[in-house]
């Protein structure tokens, strides 16, 4: 079945960058339409950018330009690269595969 376990998670000042890493398996990913979403405590599940097949990667206007997502398919590894991060970054960061998730990375942007 698929599983997806998150990591890179932590605290960073404003400006920062972390890398965030997400171990999938029960599936090839190459192929795989995935994302990254966020959650704040309260608030709605934020969808952050997603990559699919032949390169394709689409990004939420709040993070265009400061994130990057990538596959490494031979490490069956979905990435997000954080620059740039601004306190309204904090929230816990899941990759998800359809209806599965992980159980999430904690990111907090705070000085």
């Known amino acids: 079945q698929v599983q997806l376990v998150e990591s890179g998670g932590g605290l960073v000042q404003p400006g920062g960058s972390l890398r965030l890493s997400c171990a999938a398996s029960?599936?090839?990913?190459?192929?795989?339409?995935m994302k990254w979403v966020r959650q704040v405590p309260g608030k709605e599940l934020e969808w952050v950018a997603s990559?699919?097949?032949?390169?394709?990667?689409i990004y939420a206007d709040s993070v265009k330009g400061r994130f990057t997502i990538s596959k490494d398919n031979a490490k069956s590894t979905l990435y997000l690269q954080m620059n740039s991060l601004k306190p309204e970054d904090t929230a816990v960061y899941y990759c998800?595969?359809?209806?599965?998730r992980g159980q999430g990375t904690q990111v907090t942007v705070s000085s």
């Open positions: 029960g599936f090839t990913i190459g192929d795989a339409y």
């Open positions: 998800a595969k359809g209806d599965a």
């Open positions: 990559a699919g097949a032949g390169g394709l990667t």
